[in-house]
């Protein structure tokens, strides 16, 4: 079976860090992805971990501990413009598992 | 470069109807998949295909049927539209192997079954 788990909902203030974890359990894994979905509109690409540890891309980060089941996404100088669902999702053959996302509301 | 076009963008059906979602990529993937995305449930898979002429189910692939009979081209049909199928789908598409760049989301179809 597939389980994946992220928080509801996270609150955040401008230039701050924000923390976002992913707990998983699936049957299958080739990688774990991050997506940013702003309201309305489609699943944007963020990042991709194969391997355990840590990926940065600017103000971007996210980790991947295989063995534990658990990734997390980071989000460093945060931007009004972040506010938005922040999903994980589980790669098996050629598809995606997703969490249910966790919406992000960054206030001045 | 296109990418994933999905049409149309927003739908109103009445139940019982039929109709199909279209999707269509440019950048020559062999992985498609469709997906519906409901409120407090994330993105959920209906279909899927890995190459022309092979498709498989997904999580929730109740009242929904695909062929990929090209490798750009993946639609969705709804068989009988009943209100449970209200939703956002989304389409994607990948390459997949080694090279993984990501999956490339269409922008998604709004549909309302009433």
């Known amino acids: 079976g597939q389980n994946i788990d992220q928080p509801t909902e996270m609150t955040a203030t401008e230039g701050a860090i924000v923390q976002i974890n992913c707990t998983y359990q699936?049957?299958?894994?080739?990688?774990l992805f991050w997506y940013q979905q702003h309201a309305g509109e489609a699943p944007t690409f963020l990042s991709y971990n194969v391997l355990d540890g840590l990926e940065e891309k600017g103000r971007f980060s996210s980790f991947l501990s295989r063995s534990k089941g658990y990734s997390y996404l980071l989000l460093k100088e945060l931007q009004m413009k972040d506010s938005a669902s922040y999903l994980c999702?589980?790669?098996?053959?050629?598809?995606?598992?997703f969490g249910k996302g966790t919406m992000l509301l960054v206030s001045p | 470069n296109a990418g994933v076009t999905q049409t149309p963008k927003f739908q109103v059906l009445k139940t019982g109807q039929s109709m199909t979602l279209q999707c269509a990529q440019d950048m020559n993937h062999e992985y498609m998949s469709w997906y519906r995305q409901d409120p407090g449930m994330g993105l959920r898979l209906i279909h899927y295909s890995v190459g022309a002429g092979i498709t498989d189910q997904g999580e929730v692939p109740n009242g929904y049927n695909v062929s990929r009979s090209t490798t750009e081209d993946f639609p969705l049909r709804l068989l009988s539209a009943a209100p449970s199928q209200t939703s956002v789908y989304f389409c994607?598409?990948?390459?997949?192997?080694?090279?993984?760049?990501?999956?490339?989301f269409g922008s998604g179809t709004r549909l309302t079954v009433v």
């Open positions: 994607a598409s990948t390459q997949g192997g080694e090279l993984n760049y990501g999956y490339t």
């Open positions: 699936t049957s299958g894994f080739n990688g």
């Open positions: 999702a589980v790669e098996g053959y050629s598809t995606l598992t």
